[in-house]
């Protein structure tokens, strides 16, 4: 147990990780009790950083802040400690507490692409409990150092990766290469295993797609799935920041930080 933390950092740290915590805080102390208001500790299912002043009303917050994550979504619930009466403290004052659960996702997003889209798509992402999983053949496009939760999958083939999708994957396609889009899209519809699938370019390269996809065994419920142009609508500009901005807004409308069991982006 840390006596001396950064509840803050600890939250980051552990979201980085994609570890589940609850983040309990006394909320209102009255007469004499272990700490006062504002009081934080952070909770895991095997760890505990921080303090709220020990004792009954510590082990009861930890207790119930472990039972907290036994469930697959966030949730915040309040709790009211007698400590005198129920805990058998001798301070006998009164403590609420919050408790606050963080659950990661477990989501992961797969994006073909480090260009210059790509890159501020990472960065918009980067700080949200999902998994990115980084691919592109060209070993310069990546930056020095990648964020918490980013794999880089340098590889000359790319499409092999299309392999590793399954039902709960979104995925975004925007490589250097029109050919490399198409037959990284045309390999995940054939799978079928998929959140969602968006492709970078116009509705003018939708059209050529859809085509050959057609031509390829690609059926027109299938080709409906496809989201190209992606984003959100009504962003009009052009910079890569900007539409990263629109996509991310998209993804996350669609499901890709929910946590609830069995959603999917059609949902």
């Known amino acids: 147990m840390l006596q001396d933390f950064s509840w803050l950092s600890t939250l980051a740290d552990l979201s980085a990780r994609h570890v589940p915590c609850v983040l309990v805080t006394v909320m209102e102390a009255k007469g004499s009790t ?3 208001a504002g009081t934080k500790m952070v909770v895991t299912a095997d760890g505990q950083y921080g303090t709220i002043g020990g004792g009954n009303l510590e082990f009861e917050a930890v207790a119930e802040a472990r039972a907290l994550l036994t469930s697959a979504q966030a949730s915040v619930k309040v709790k009211d400690y007698p400590l005198g009466p129920k805990l058998a403290q001798c301070c006998g004052g009164a403590v609420s507490v919050l408790l606050e659960s963080f659950v990661p996702t477990g989501k ?5 692409g480090a260009g210059h889209v790509g890159r ?3 960065a918009v992402l980067a700080a949200l409990p999902i998994d990115i999983v980084w691919i ?4 310069q496009e990546f930056p020095a150092v990648l964020p918490p939760g980013c794999t880089q999958k340098l590889t000359a083939a790319p499409l092999a990766e299309t392999a590793e999708i399954d039902e709960s994957a979104y995925v975004l396609v925007m490589t250097h290469n029109h050919d490399l889009d198409y037959d990284i899209v045309r390999s995940v519809m054939q799978r079928g295993r998929y959140a969602y699938l968006g492709l970078i370019g116009s509705a003018t390269k939708r059209a050529r797609f859809e085509k050959r996809l ?3 065994g690609i059926a027109t419920v299938d080709l409906a799935r496809l989201i190209c142009p992606i984003g959100i609508g009504g962003v009009t500009g052009k910079h890569p920041r900007e539409i990263a901005i ?3 807004a998209q993804l996350l409308a669609l499901g890709l930080t929910r946590t609830g069991l069995g959603e999917t982006a059609a949902a």
């Open 34 to 36: 272990p700490r006062e």
């Open 108 to 112: 992961k997003l797969y994006l073909f």
């Open 120 to 122: 501020e798509v990472v």
């Open 136 to 139: 592109d053949s060209r070993a």
């Open 214 to 216: 057609a031509v390829d």
């Open 246 to 248: 629109a996509v991310a």
